[in-house]
């Protein structure tokens, strides 16, 4: 009875707690968001009709309550934050790869007419389309309006997504698209290329002719606007992403980085080699490359174009990018896996990454923030760390590592 009395005061208390955080997401939203949604030509019926029955959804990830100071999240809430190894699950990739080869004879007329216009490769727009939204039969279960608001009100990246809610409304405002069709992602893309509203205002295209931008139901809008996204972003047009290397011990980890590239023949001087003995193309031993080691040396190793960085404009994750180009090769090419092998790395808590992070922060280690996601900063900085303490040099962070830094 005692247990029961304690949860129902809980339960009261909650509710409580969620009706003065929508109080306060009303009066933000007409004192606050409406005067720039006016600014930039929002109609108040189309402002109203928006947030029509909107109330914030805490149960999303990455917020902060009204007057609470963001914390350093223990889980991880996106797959590429975690173990290196398990983003290239053979059940996923898989998937895109058989289903990339599919659409690439279904599509190939819209396909080589894209690549003809954009420069970039077919393999790689079906590969960011099945990761995306497994080639438009992914399900947004979402409001746009309900995620973009609760983050614009309340996420620890708020004004990005008060730029991102604002865009969202110019779209509906413009008649780019209606109410009813702005479904998203928990985290508010929308449509089969999974376009935050902003992108969809920048980069959308009409491809077939309709006279519209039609990201939802147009497979050849899709395609192109995926394209046209990436060339804004610098697609060299020509080079491949990357490739699988052998990196030899002598060649330090600690060289990652798209600030510390090589001229490709300068990489293959130093000893390293391409996965399975063919050569590299004669034309990128020519240019620059760079070295990327997204498990430090407990995993694969590549030597990557500036593609590599522009596939990473999608979505800040060296696994991403990674996995849109082995994806990209694998439905021009056929299912090989990686060389190399994935070890047992990774798992840590992000807090934990954090703290390590914060403590080579303080020896004077540029680790790019201590957000606990091990990026090329944080893993290059282990590598110079371990060296300098004569530890193995892994260049990733491990439990060890973490005891050894606090």
């Avoid at 606990?372 to 439990?399: H, M, N, V, Y």
Wanted: glycine share 12%; hydrophobic share 40%; charged share 25%.
């Amino acid at each position: 009875m005692v247990w029961t009395l304690a949860a129902a005061s809980l339960s009261i208390t909650s509710l409580a707690s969620a009706a003065k955080i929508d109080d306060q997401f009303r009066t933000w939203l007409e004192n606050d968001l409406w005067p720039d949604a006016k600014a930039q030509g929002v109609s108040k019926q189309t402002f109203d009709a928006a947030f029509k029955g909107i109330r914030p959804n805490l149960k999303l990830p990455d917020l902060v309550m009204p007057g609470e100071k963001a914390k350093t999240p223990k889980k991880q809430h996106q797959a590429e934050f975690g173990s290196p190894g398990n983003y290239f699950a053979e059940k996923t990739i898989g998937a895109v790869t058989s289903g990339g080869r599919a659409r690439a004879g279904k599509h190939a007329k819209t396909l080589a007419a894209v690549e003809k216009r954009y420069g970039v490769p077919g393999e790689v727009v079906l590969a960011i389309w099945g990761r995306e939204s497994g080639f438009g039969a992914a399900k947004m279960p979402y409001d746009a309006f309900e995620v973009l608001g609760t983050k614009a009100f309340m996420a620890t990246r708020k004004e990005m997504f008060r730029k991102e809610v604002l865009a969202a409304l110019v779209i509906v405002q413009r008649g780019l698209a209606s109410r009813g069709a702005m479904k998203s992602s928990w985290a508010g893309a929308l449509g089969q290329p999974q376009f935050l509203p902003t992108s969809f205002v920048d980069h959308a295209v009409d491809f077939d002719g309709d006279g519209r931008a039609d990201i939802w139901n147009s497979v050849p809008d899709t395609l192109a606007s995926i394209a046209n996204y990436l060339v804004h972003y610098g697609w060299a047009r020509g080079r491949d992403w990357g490739f699988e290397v052998t990196v030899p011990e002598r060649v330090s980890c600690a060289l990652e980085g798209p600030d510390q590239g090589k001229k490709i023949s300068d990489w293959v001087s130093m000893g390293i080699a391409r996965a399975g003995g063919r050569p590299f193309p004669a034309s990128e031993l020519r240019a620059e490359g760079f070295l990327v080691m997204p498990a430090g040396r407990g995993g694969p190793a590549f030597i990557v174009t500036p593609n590599f960085y522009v596939l990473k404009e999608y979505n800040e994750s060296d696994l991403y990018a990674l996995f849109i180009g082995h994806g990209a090769d694998r439905i021009a090419g056929g299912d090989r896996t990686f060389a190399g092998r994935w070890g047992k790395v990774g798992g840590l808590y992000r807090s934990d990454i954090a703290d390590l992070q914060k403590a080579l922060e303080a020896k004077g280690y540029d680790v790019g923030g201590a957000d606990g996601l091990p990026g090329f900063k944080t893993r290059r900085s282990i590598g110079d760390w371990q060296a300098k303490s004569g530890r193995a040099i892994t260049c990733f962070p491990d439990t060890d590592l973490v005891e050894a830094l606090r």
